[in-house]
């Protein structure tokens, strides 16, 4: 059984550009969560999908968006990088909602200068 | 929306000795709690997780209470190795329909001093 993988694993972009991180979820998870983890800080929700609908959404601006294929990976897109964007992006995915059996994949590290 | 506190931020023990890491949430509707080790440069692992409806689960080294009255949740390491040093989460989360998210804690970097 194959975990949760993140692409890429690190990312330097310039504030006010566009970034799209990728994930695969773990064999037959059809849910699939994104995390901003800031440094020294616990993870922050950002939205969930299930079968390729976003049904929940954390304190995050519109500017982070996303999507989810038929196959369950998942797309997180953030657009007009700010500097406080800078942070550990975890995807997690499951076979429930509320956080039940995530698994999390290693994340990718963005930075924004 | 849910809220929760962790305690301590910084753990020092020595190997052998026990741990103990304690939480506090704020939302009564939270029914699931789950504990996640992170390694440097790791995602979240989970190591030990506890519904409302019990009091006290134990996996070898590892246990965790709930006093949903208190709304308080403890992890408890005992015989602490080294490779039990990272940095250990609390979660909380209302695991039912229409529920979607886990509300972490800040953390607590454990380090175990051979």
């Known amino acids: 059984e194959t975990g949760v993988t993140q692409s890429p694993t690190h990312l330097i972009k310039t504030r006010g550009q566009q970034v799209t991180l990728r994930c695969s979820s773990q064999?037959?998870?059809?849910?699939v969560s994104w995390y901003q983890q800031a440094l020294g800080q616990g993870p922050q929700f950002i939205f969930q999908y299930y079968r390729e609908e976003e049904n929940g959404r954390g304190n995050f601006p519109p500017r982070f968006s996303g999507l989810q294929f038929p196959n369950y990976s998942s797309e997180l897109n953030v657009n007009a990088l700010e500097l406080d964007d800078s942070a550990l992006y975890l995807c997690?995915?499951?076979?429930?909602?509320?956080?039940?059996?995530?698994?999390f994949g290693s994340g990718t590290r963005l930075t924004v200068v | 929306g849910e809220n929760v506190e962790q305690h301590p931020s910084t753990l020092s023990v020595q190997e052998g000795d026990s741990a103990v890491i304690k939480c506090t949430y704020s939302d009564s509707a939270s029914n699931y709690f789950p504990w996640y080790k992170q390694e440097l440069g790791k995602g979240p692992q989970l190591i030990i997780d506890i519904r409302s409806n019990v009091g006290e689960k134990k996996d070898q080294r590892i246990a965790v209470t709930l006093n949903k009255t208190a709304k308080h949740f403890s992890l408890h390491i005992t015989e602490t190795q080294p490779e039990d040093s990272a940095v250990y989460f609390c979660a909380a989360s209302y695991s039912g329909a229409g529920s979607y998210q886990l509300t972490f804690g800040k953390g607590t970097k454990l380090s175990v001093i051979p």
């Open positions: 997690a995915s499951s076979l429930s909602a509320g956080g039940l059996g995530y698994t």
């Open positions: 064999s037959g998870h059809n849910t």
